[in-house]
């Protein structure tokens, strides 16, 4: 898992709560807060997925394994 896949996660976590919590409340700026976190962590976790997918092709063409996949 890369970097902008992490982020993504916390990100998306991270507004869920807030949004969660603004529904709670009756607070519809942390309600809107919360979901443009959301959106943005979706959006950073899609990329870093995209950047593992590359670097899996470009590790079959190269013959090169990930890391973690020597690991397991």
């Known amino acids: 898992m890369n970097d902008d896949r992490a ?9 869920r709560v807030k949004r969660q919590v ?4 009756g607070d519809e ?3 809107a807060e919360g979901t ?3 959106a ?8 870093g997925k995209v950047k593992d997918a590359a670097k899996d092709v470009k590790d079959d063409i190269t013959g ?4 973690d996949d020597e690991a397991a």
């Open 36 to 38: 443009a976190d959301q």
């Open 64 to 67: 090169n394994k990930r890391r």
């Open 7 to 15: 982020k993504g996660k916390v990100d998306d976590i991270k507004g």
């Open 29 to 31: 700026d942390l309600q």
């Open 22 to 25: 603004g529904e709670w409340t």
């Open 40 to 47: 943005k962590g979706k959006v950073q976790n899609a990329f």
